[in-house]
């Protein structure tokens, strides 16, 4: 599912009208569901990748705002491992395999590696950033940790930036997935103008 397809448009559509419809305590429940789905659309067994970095960057925040000195610091090191690592394997295994490869042949040395060929994860790169943007804000003490599980999964997942971002700083985001919207004509009419003028731009 892409923004400028039809899928997209009943899928907005359905979500956008269940959020303004049901009470403000599940429209995060709503919002999360809703962002599953839409990622799995993709492939959908790579939700177990992305769900695996949430719950180390989830206990890492929350681990490190009571956390002091080095431990501090071995909890961001935990995170920025744990995820530039997921990036680095999906991204760049098949390259540095296929170039030792290359380089046995070369040399005719009997034995070659595997290549897994395996699909890159949608957005995965935006996923990365954005999970450690709220780390390192949780580490600089910018962001208290947000022990809201789903709020924070929401914070990674949302699907509007899941493919493209922009990368938010959680102090941006989290507090509006707190807070409780209320339906307003005025500025619903508004997006709808800048959503269609702009899915034009992309279509043509």
Known sequence: MIFNSIQFIFFFTIVTTAYFLIPYRFRWLL???ASCYFYMAFIPIYILVLGGTIVVNYCAGILMENAMGSRKKLLLVISIVANIGVLAFF???DFFIGNIN???HFLD???SLPLLSILLPIGLSFH???ALSYTIEVYRG???AERHFGIYALYVMFYPQLVAGPIERPQHLLPQFHAEHHFDADRVTKGLKRMAWDSS???L
């Open 102 to 104: 290359y380089v046995a």
């Open 31 to 33: 919002l999360l569901l």
């Open 142 to 144: 910018a962001q208290k």
């Open 91 to 93: 991204k760049y295994y």
């Open 109 to 111: 040395w009997n034995y």
């Open 128 to 130: 990365t950033f954005q």
């Open 201 to 203: 731009k992309k279509w």
